[in-house]
């Protein structure tokens, strides 16, 4: 038998629409727009974007030559496509603000385990064109109302990266103290205090941890406008009644951001904790080839946040049923009929009038209209509310 690949699975819960059109609604109120970017794109996309140096890019893409010997990725995250098409269609150019949204499937060859797949659906969003943090605070607010109207509990952690004027003096003072504790951080560590010495910052490892309780923090390290910055954001998060956490560790898996940061996270989904996660990306429509423009997104994970969905449980619809052969045109006709308004299901087997009540029942109709002997002579039904 062939089976699913490991860490990928089919979707048949209808919880996964009911994500979809409740992110897609919220986003569209917030002026975004629907954008569809390619599935696979060149490797070099991602290489730039995400970073060489991180795991994602490192060890964990679905690479491979096509047949035209270019070398090509399944897209591991949605945010570099989205840049990559706004430069390509020259919206850098116009430098007039785009909003998008979209949702679809990113690929990670991760080690699979609950909530952690190898083909999984973000839905996500990216603003281009617009610095002030007030946007910062706008999408963070959106992704808020998107699990508040599905009814999902969250903390949001949040923390900033700086810019290009105080993030590469914190990071020699970071460095500094990294290989003054090198001998006792683990090897992942030890490795990236060259390739990318902020990551060592979110190590799981606990003696890292307990060394990195000392290490100096970007928060403490922020320049005049990235404190400003990060003030405004902490009041008008406030000023939304969103509560917050700073978490001065948090730095994502991504290399792309600057500034802003932040992480929704669950309590009630084990390890995998975390529903969504964001921030500000200045800098990367430029080092993508574009002409400079600020960026700020985020992305939720709907594989993570469905189990925290509540079902619908309310019955919708109607159910027709024919208990005789000649009776099958007159209520296929009248099925007709009856949903331009609402969802009417066919059943095209005859059966008794228990066994439709029953089927209708199970499938979760409000309603069943069932044609008989005598119904089908009157041009009628007999209608059961469930
Ligand atoms: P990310 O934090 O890598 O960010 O992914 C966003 C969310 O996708 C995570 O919070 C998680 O819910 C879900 N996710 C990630 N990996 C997996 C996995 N292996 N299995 C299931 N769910 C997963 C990004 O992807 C950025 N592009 C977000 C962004 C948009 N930043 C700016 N704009």
């Given amino acids: 038998m062939i089976k699913a690949l490991r860490g990928m699975k089919d979707i048949e819960d209808p919880r996964f629409l009911k994500i979809f059109d409740t992110a897609r609604n919220i986003a569209e109120n917030y002026g975004f727009n629907y954008i569809e970017t390619p599935i696979l794109e060149e490797t070099s996309l991602f290489k730039r974007s995400v970073g060489e140096s991180s795991d994602i890019v490192n060890k964990e893409m679905y690479q491979f030559i096509d047949k035209g010997g270019n070398d090509v990725c399944l897209r591991p995250e949605g945010t570099a496509g989205v840049v990559r098409s706004f430069i390509e269609h020259k919206y850098d150019k116009a430098q007039t603000p785009k909003r998008f949204w979209y949702f679809g499937p990113m690929f990670r060859y991760e080690r699979p385990q609950k909530g952690r797949l190898r083909e999984f659906h973000q839905f996500g969003i990216e603003s281009f064109g617009e610095p002030s943090i007030y946007e910062d605070i706008n999408i963070i607010a ?99 009644n969103i509560s917050y956490e700073v978490d001065k560790n948090l730095v ?24 969504a996660g964001g921030g500000r990306y200045d800098r990367l429509v430029e080092f993508l080839g574009g002409k ?95």
């Fill in 252 to 275: 994502r898996g991504l290399d792309y951001y600057t500034k802003t940061t932040f992480e929704f996270v669950s309590t009630e989904i084990g390890a995998q904790s975390a529903i």
């Fill in 142 to 240: 959106m992704a808020a109302d998107i699990f508040d109207a599905l009814e999902i509990d969250y903390t949001l952690k949040i923390n900033s990266l700086g810019c290009s004027e105080c993030m590469p003096k914190y990071r020699n003072k970071l460095i500094d103290f990294l290989n003054n504790h090198k001998e006792n951080l683990c090897e992942d560590c030890q490795r990236r205090i060259t390739q990318n010495p902020i990551r060592t910052l979110d190590c799981k490892n606990e003696n890292c941890q307990i060394i990195l309780k000392d290490a100096p923090k970007i928060t403490d390290n922020l320049c005049e406008n990235c404190q400003k910055d990060f003030e405004t954001l902490k009041k008008g998060l406030e000023n939304l």
């Fill in 292 to 386: 400079s423009t600020p960026g700020v997104g985020f992305a939720i994970g709907i594989e993570r946040i469905i189990d925290l969905v509540k079902t619908e449980e309310k019955r919708k619809g109607i159910y027709i049923g024919v208990m005789l052969e000649d009776a099958l045109e007159f209520a296929q006709k009248e099925a007709k009929i009856l949903r331009k308004n609402e969802k009417v299901y066919f059943e095209p087997k005859i059966k008794s009038l228990k066994a439709h009540l029953k089927a209708a029942d199970k499938g979760g109709y409000k309603k069943a209209m069932i044609v008989g002997d005598e119904e089908f002579k009157n041009k009628t039904f007999f209608e059961k509310d469930l």
